[in-house]
């Protein structure tokens, strides 16, 4: 499967844990994408990088998110001190460079719940 | 801000019978546009994207759509439905900076009837 991977499919923490997700773009894509999406709502962005640089974060990125890609391949999207509020579903993209085709290809995302 | 807005949060139809979503959106610059799909259990599919150039654009599985710039709309339609296009359905919009970051409206639950 060439496609995005995410890693783990599904995961329950208690509250206050941090937990980290990971995620596998296609691997000629340059940029990288992190959405969050809740029950009865549409994907949010939360950050997007471009190789390894992350040039924008959204407002909904607290200090207890952080975003790295470090080599420009892989990425992972850690959550510290898990609030019940952070239950969600964590959706990776990726696309090409190129002012021409921003079409993103998404992953099957990270089921997060905390209890 | 940049908003995008479908008109319907759950459409029930019968076979055979036609669908039109509707979705409009608020930003005053140039926008990329796209349909993304999810079917059950299974992940965001891109359903058709419009760039440029001719306003009605197809996509896969029968679906259009028509990007109607004077009323900043992109209203998806397919004029006979299945029993397999029962999936949740989600317009988004890219603006054309350096992101590129995809703003998806809340989505519409297709039930398509047997």
């Known amino acids: 499967d060439t496609g995005v991977s995410q890693d783990p499919r599904h995961k329950i923490t208690k509250r206050g844990q941090n937990v980290t997700f990971r995620c596998d773009p296609i691997s000629e894509h340059n940029r990288l994408y992190w959405y969050r999406q809740t029950l009865g709502q549409g994907p949010e962005f939360l950050t997007y990088?471009?190789?390894?640089?992350?040039?924008?974060k959204s407002r909904l990125l607290s200090d207890r998110f952080s975003a790295e890609r470090p080599k420009g391949s892989f990425s992972t999207l850690e959550i510290q001190r898990t609030e019940q509020g952070d239950s969600a579903m964590y959706l990776c993209?990726?696309?090409?460079?190129?002012?021409?085709?921003?079409?993103?290809?998404f992953g099957q995302g990270t089921r997060l719940t905390v209890v | 801000a940049q908003s995008v807005s479908q008109h319907n949060h759950h459409v029930i139809l019968s076979e055979a019978a036609s669908l039109e979503l509707g979705c409009n959106y608020s930003y005053g610059g140039t926008v990329n546009l796209f349909w993304y799909v999810q079917y059950p259990g299974q992940h965001l599919q891109l359903l058709l994207k419009?760039?440029?150039?001719?306003?009605l654009v197809k996509g896969i599985k029968g679906f259009e759509a028509e990007f109607i710039k004077s009323k900043f709309s992109f209203n998806l339609r397919k004029p006979s439905v299945q029993w397999s296009d029962t999936a949740e359905y989600f317009c988004a919009v890219t603006p054309r900076d350096s992101s590129y970051k995809l703003i998806f409206g809340s989505g519409t639950r297709l039930l398509v009837r047997p």
């Open positions: 990088f471009q190789n390894e640089a992350q040039l924008e």
């Open positions: 993209a990726s696309s090409p460079e190129g002012s021409g085709n921003t079409e993103a290809f």
């Open positions: 419009y760039f440029s150039g001719d306003p």
